[in-house]
């Protein structure tokens, strides 16, 4: 199986190849078209700011190609946000995929830190990533702006309100939180996802 990792301005591109190589899997890191087109599975990293980062892909023809991707394709964190209608982050127009615009964290009392960083719990979940979740789970989050709950929800985490943690529309998925960086549970969703 050929897996691919979209090499680009924003990522957190090492941790999500070391966790890849602990399932076995030795992936390509690029930015070229071919060798994204060609792949079986493709993951979609992001740390990083939305507006300059969709610059950089519009300038390098990547954002039509993400969206042209007929593989299972995955989304992490921002890579899940760019993956949206649109982010508050930059008042920036997104890759479209998912029907639902990107919201910043307002604090709604003195506990509530912004970002939201550390453990949290997924549940309500509703796609093949989490095949054979049949409680919440923790995983791990760093995130200051959020996707509300919509029709693609695929996860819900609760911090200051329900939120996507996760999301899934035909050949596209996408986590809030990083697997990667998520324990026995982020392998599981990152087995998950290699299996589809």
């Known amino acids: 199986m ?51 980062t969709m610059d950089f892909l519009r300038s390098h023809g990547m954002d039509r190609l993400i969206k042209d991707l007929r593989q299972p ?25 998912f029907d639902a615009d990107v919201k910043r964290f307002v604090s709604l009392k003195h506990e509530d830190k912004v970002p939201h960083m550390g453990w949290n719990t997924i549940g309500q979940t509703n796609s093949d990533l989490f095949k054979e979740f049949d409680k919440e789970e923790f995983v791990y989050f760093v995130h200051s702006f959020y996707v509300p709950l919509s029709n693609d929800t695929a996860a819900v985490t609760d911090y200051i309100h329900p939120f996507s943690a996760a999301l899934h529309k ?27």
């Open 2 to 52: 050929k897996v691919a990792v979209v090499k680009y301005n924003a990522g957190n591109i090492r941790s999500v190849d070391y966790a890849l190589k602990r399932l076995g899997v030795e992936a390509v890191i690029t930015g070229d078209e071919e060798a994204l087109r060609s792949a079986d599975k493709v993951i979609f990293p992001g740390v990083g700011e939305a507006a300059t």
């Open 170 to 196: 035909d050949n596209f998925y996408a986590t809030q939180f990083h697997p990667e960086k998520s324990g026995t549970v982020g392998e599981r969703i990152l087995r998950n996802f290699l299996e589809l």
């Open 73 to 97: 394709v995955l989304g992490i964190c921002l890579g899940m946000q760019l993956m949206c209608s649109h982010s508050e982050e930059g008042d920036v127009d997104c890759l479209g995929i």
